[in-house]
């Protein structure tokens, strides 16, 4: 099963601009959580947050969350070529379960 | 930080033959253990939560005798791919919980995954 959509699918932008995915879901969730994959290896966390909070803060990544529009969005700012990975929002619901987004594909441009 | 730990990170197979796939949480107790599958360019889609000491949660639609999932040990979880298909190929990720302290909030650390190809 799948929570929502992502867009965009895919975001081509050059190196230094600043990307901003954005996903919705469909449930009433615990929190929500952003991953990266790199091409076919495994997914890293970047970061959580809560269903209580707002906007939250990680080095260059800012994270929204709109539980009224069941929607979060990420932005990465001053992105570099190493940013270039797939990127995923997953949400938790009350019965534990992590579900993930169709993700979103960056490519950074050096 | 929590590792996990999955194995074999590749694997081929002929067609008809069982493949397991083991995915461990190192230094962590992890009760409960989710597997994903990932085909390629697509997400992440959630198999079953396994839980130790007890059956696994299979998702809509995922065939439990098809995917046999064991979690003897709070450190360890099993999927077994019964009679592997072509179809069956595809790239197969661990999930484990770590939760910190008394928070309730847990984090999910992933597996490196493990490639399946049958042939």
């Known amino acids: 099963s799948q929570q929502g959509e992502e867009d965009p699918q895919a975001l081509s932008i050059q190196e230094g601009e600043n990307a901003t995915m954005n996903c919705s879901y469909k449930?009433?969730?615990?929190?929500l959580q952003w991953y990266r994959q790199n091409s076919g290896r495994g997914l890293v966390h970047l970061i959580l947050?809560?269903?209580?909070?707002r906007e939250k803060h990680s080095g260059r990544l800012r994270v929204t969350l709109d539980t009224s529009k069941k929607s979060s969005s990420l932005l990465i700012t001053a992105s570099r070529a190493a940013d270039t990975a797939s990127y995923f929002c997953?949400?938790?619901?009350?019965?534990?379960?992590?579900?993930f987004g169709p993700g979103t594909s960056l490519s950074v441009i050096p | 930080g929590a590792v996990v730990s999955q194995h074999p990170s590749w694997v081929i197979c002929k067609s008809g033959t069982s493949v397991k796939i083991e995915c461990r949480s190192l230094?962590?107790?992890?009760?409960?253990m989710f597997w994903y599958r990932q085909f390629p360019k697509q997400s992440l889609m959630l198999m079953a939560t396994?839980?130790?000491?007890?059956?696994?949660?299979?998702e809509q639609g995922v065939e439990k005798d098809k995917f046999l999932i064991n979690h003897a040990s709070l450190t360890l979880s099993t999927l077994t791919v019964t009679s592997a298909h072509p179809e069956d190929s595809s790239f197969y990720i661990c999930?484990?919980?770590?939760?910190?302290?008394?928070?309730?909030?847990?984090?999910?650390?992933f597996g490196e995954g493990s490639r399946l190809t049958v042939l």
């Open positions: 999930s484990a919980k770590f939760y910190r302290g008394l928070s309730n909030t847990g984090e999910l650390f």
């Open positions: 449930t009433s969730i615990n929190n």
């Open positions: 947050i809560r269903s209580n909070e």
């Open positions: 997953a949400t938790e619901t009350s019965y534990d379960k992590v579900i």
């Open positions: 230094d962590f107790q992890a009760t409960t």
């Open positions: 396994s839980n130790e000491g007890s059956k696994a949660t299979y």
